[in-house]
């Protein structure tokens, strides 16, 4: 699929994260360590967007992730709530510059 600049995947993306490649809607966003996957599920919560955390011994060690489902169901302003609140715990947390 082309690029969109306007897609949650493609925002996400440019912010920093790193991401798992391809387009379908469970975006796995890489944190590496479990620590920083639950912290940043605990912070992104103080912003409202409730997700999980996943490491071992669900994903492999030094895999850990935050997983997003997108559907058709989210408005766009909810959308842009949640990369905004990515973006600034990810910046709080060290995972972006």
Do not use: N, W
């Amino acid at each position: 699929l082309p690029a969109c600049p306007l897609c949650p995947r493609e925002r996400m993306g440019q912010a920093g994260f790193q991401l798992r490649p391809g387009y379908h809607p469970i975006v796995p966003i890489m944190l590496g360590e479990a620590r920083l996957a639950s912290d940043m599920a605990a912070q992104l919560l103080d912003h409202g967007i409730f997700v999980t955390g996943f490491s071992y011994p669900v994903v492999p060690k030094g895999a850990a992730r935050i997983r997003v489902q997108i559907s058709a169901a989210h408005s766009t302003a909810q959308i842009d709530k949640c990369v905004d609140a990515f973006v600034a715990v990810g910046k709080q947390l060290g995972v972006l510059a």
